[in-house]
T-cell receptor
Framework: NAGVTQTPKFQVLKTGQSMTLQCAQDMNHEYMSWYRQDPGMGLRLIHYSVGAGITDQGEVPNGYNVSRSTTEDFPLRLLSAAPSQTSVYFC??????????FGPGTRLTVL | SQQGEEDPQALSIQEGENATMNCSYKTSINNLQWYRQNSGRGLVHLILIRSNEREKHSGRLRVTLDTSKKSSSLLITASRAADTASYFCATDGIQGAQKLVFGQGTRLTINP
């Protein structure tokens, strides 16, 4: 199993551009989440999903959209990138309550 | 806002010594988890302790939970250079089991 995969690993955007961060898992997990991690900080929840077709907001959802059309995929869309969105983004999945499996992260810089 | 607060922010010890990290939180929880993050990598789950448990062990890890003080500690015994990493606590509670709230982490350095 590949586990949780994320693409791209690195991305540089200009202010106002849009892009999609991809996340996929092959463990048939119901739950998937997106977090951002800023320097010296813990992770903050952006959006999460408890199953295909079901998503909800986390702590810092503004400027981001998600959808969950399949169990495997959970893309995160930046609608109009801003320098404040410069961060490392992590996707995670879990079968239920408990251990979350994390992807390797996407390092995003917005100029 | 961050619920978990970790102490210390950084810890440097000699290989073979024990390392203790603390986590405090503000609201009632269902579970508390500890994760490790090596530099530039994703997080790896270490251990989960439920709100009705007081202590849990896994290999060289020992976790305690005191719900009356809203605090937890992670003890790593006989530390190794490979334990060098950042350690985060994460809690879930009435906001929903899927809505984990992470602390800011403790940066642990093991000196050979």
């Amino acid at each position: 199993n590949a586990g949780v995969t994320q693409t791209p690993k690195f991305q540089v955007l200009k202010t106002g551009q849009s892009m999609t961060l991809q996340c996929a898992q092959d463990m048939n997990h119901e739950y998937m989440s997106w977090y951002r991690q800023d320097p010296g900080m813990g992770l903050r929840l952006i959006h999460y999903s408890v199953g295909a077709g079901i998503t909800d907001q986390g702590e810092v959802p503004n400027g981001y959209n998600v959808s969950r059309s399949t169990t495997e995929d959970f893309p995160l869309r930046l609608l109009s990138a801003a320098p404040s969105q410069t961060s490392v983004y992590f996707c995670a999945s879990s079968y239920g309550v408990g251990e979350q499996f994390f992807g390797p992260g996407t390092r995003l810089t917005v100029l | 806002s961050q619920q978990g607060e970790e102490d210390p922010q950084a810890l440097s010890i000699q290989e073979g010594e024990n390392a203790t990290m603390n986590c405090s939180y503000k609201t009632s929880i269902n579970n508390l988890q500890w994760y490790r993050q090596n530099s530039g990598r994703g997080l790896v789950h270490l251990i989960l302790i439920r709100s009705n448990e007081r202590e849990k062990h896994s290999g060289r890890l020992r976790v305690t939970l005191d719900t009356s003080k809203k605090s937890s500690s992670l003890l790593i015994t006989a530390s190794r250079a490979a334990d060098t990493a950042s350690y985060f606590c994460a809690t879930d509670g009435i906001q929903g089991a899927q809505k984990l709230v992470f602390g800011q982490g403790t940066r642990l350095t093991i000196n050979p």
